[in-house]
């Protein structure tokens, strides 16, 4: 059922499980539940999922660089709905935040670059994906 379809109580019941996961993966980091949310094909739970984000953020000082470090994990997958989630997300964090955050930009964009760089390395037949790993 898609997230908009639920009842008001059940959505806000939802989010709160959601922002709980969310805490207790990022305490742990270990993102299972976060991977899905991130990864969901319903537009609102990815996007109750990068607001909690942002909430978390600012409510746990002590949490700051973990959820920077999961922004950074997630930005690698191939899924692109994982990836506009957590641009979604850094902007949340951006919009209080911008000094952490444009740090985080400057990392997508060079990590876009080589990566863009590796698949036409690829395709030309002239790199062995064995070494990706050695780049990034």
């Known amino acids: 059922m898609a997230f908009y379809d639920l009842p008001k109580q059940e959505r806000i019941h939802v989010v709160a499980k959601m922002s709980n996961d969310i805490l207790s993966e990022i305490e742990s980091g270990k993102f299972k539940n976060t991977f899905s949310y991130f990864a969901d094909e319903d537009t609102y739970i990815r996007k109750s999922a990068y607001l909690s984000i942002g909430r978390l953020y600012f409510s746990n000082k002590r949490l700051q660089p973990k959820v920077i470090q ?43 670059i080589i990566l863009h760089e590796m698949q036409l390395l690829v395709l030309s037949k002239k790199w062995d994906p064995r070494y990706r790993a050695n780049c990034l």
């Open 70 to 112: 999961m922004l950074d994990i997630f930005l690698l997958q191939d899924d692109f709905k994982i990836r506009q989630t957590v641009i979604n997300a850094a902007v949340e964090i951006g919009k209080r935040d911008f000094g952490v955050v444009q740090l985080f930009l400057i990392r997508v964009c060079l990590t876009h």
